[in-house]
């Protein structure tokens, strides 16, 4: 079974300290697939399946765009 990473990051940034609600439905999106999601201070991590997160992703960036954001990065590695 082949897995892989993906780092993502959902725009706009938050200047107050506090998740908008745009990153809050992206990230609930990919844990309402069964991942774990990382948060780091400039982007979020989540590992899995690739199918399972090729799905996940699908969501997380419908999610958010339709909460607000305005740009959703995202880069997908492989893992053996």
């Known amino acids: 079974m082949t897995t892989c990473r993906v780092e ?5 940034f938050s200047t107050d300290g506090e998740l ?14 069964g991942l774990a999601v990382i948060m780091g201070p400039f982007g979020s991590l989540v590992e899995g ?10 969501s997380m ?13 995202v880069e997908v590695t492989t893992q053996p």
């Open 20 to 33: 908008g609600s745009h990153v809050r439905a992206g990230i609930a999106a990919m844990e309402a697939r």
């Open 8 to 12: 993502f990051v959902i725009e706009p």
């Open 49 to 58: 399946a690739t199918e399972d997160v090729s799905a996940a992703i699908s």
């Open 61 to 73: 960036v419908q999610a958010a765009i339709v909460d607000g954001a305005d740009r959703v990065l």
